[in-house]
């Protein structure tokens, strides 16, 4: 079940939902429209002259990327099959009521270009901008403006309220207060599952 536009303008009056900037006519139907902001995130190059740098991605190891911020009245060129990291103009606030996803305009999809890989859902109880795993896989670069449409939240209720929300402290929430686009930290307190065979 998804709020509709009625129910996500009384969640904004309740402060269930907090947005900041807030433009209502980004209202949809049954979800918020979304804006890129001017900050990226790239992948170094892998290859560096003579040496390789950064040969393989480890989950276990801190990542070093590298910021871009691009200057008005400028895009960002994301260039065939890359990703980059970004983030909404957005700062969104769930209360421990509800919980959200972000998914791609088809305005954008039909361009070949992905929102996210696949972290779209929001916590209850989570604060930050929306960091997005933008992947072109289109094979022509796509220019990326600041300011543009770049996805829709949708929001849904929780039968219960979460006892445990995100940034509550029992659940890790890594992320919670994210300014700009922020990369994996997957690498803090990392652990393996011990794996058992199927009986």
Not at 17 to 33: H, K
Not at 70 to 95: N, R, W
Not at 135 to 157: E, W
Request: glycine share 8%; charged share 20%; hydrophobic share 40%.
């Amino acid at each position: 079940m998804l709020l509709s536009d009625r129910d996500l303008r009384q969640a904004i009056h309740d402060r269930r939902l907090i947005i900041d900037p807030f433009e209502p006519e980004l209202i949809q139907p049954a979800s918020i429209d979304l804006r890129l902001d001017r900050h990226f995130l790239l992948w170094p190059p892998v290859h560096h002259g003579w040496f390789e740098l950064n040969s393989f991605v480890d989950p276990a190891q801190e990542q070093h990327m590298l910021p871009c911020d691009i200057p008005d009245g400028l895009a960002f060129e994301l260039q065939p099959g890359h990703s980059v990291l970004a983030s909404t103009v957005e700062t969104i606030t769930l209360d421990r009521t509800l919980a959200a996803r972000v998914e791609g305009k088809s305005s954008i999809g039909r361009l070949s270009l992905a929102t996210h890989i696949t972290a779209g859902f929001i916590d209850p109880g989570f604060s930050g901008q929306i960091t997005l795993e933008l992947v072109n896989h289109n094979p022509r670069p796509i220019l990326l403006h600041p300011g543009m449409l770049i996805g829709q939240l949708c929001v849904l209720p929780m039968l219960t309220p979460a006892d445990q929300p995100y940034g509550s402290g029992a659940t890790g929430s890594r992320y919670n207060g994210q300014r700009g686009p922020t990369p994996s930290r997957s690498w803090q307190n990392w652990r393996t599952w011990p794996l058992r065979d199927a009986a």
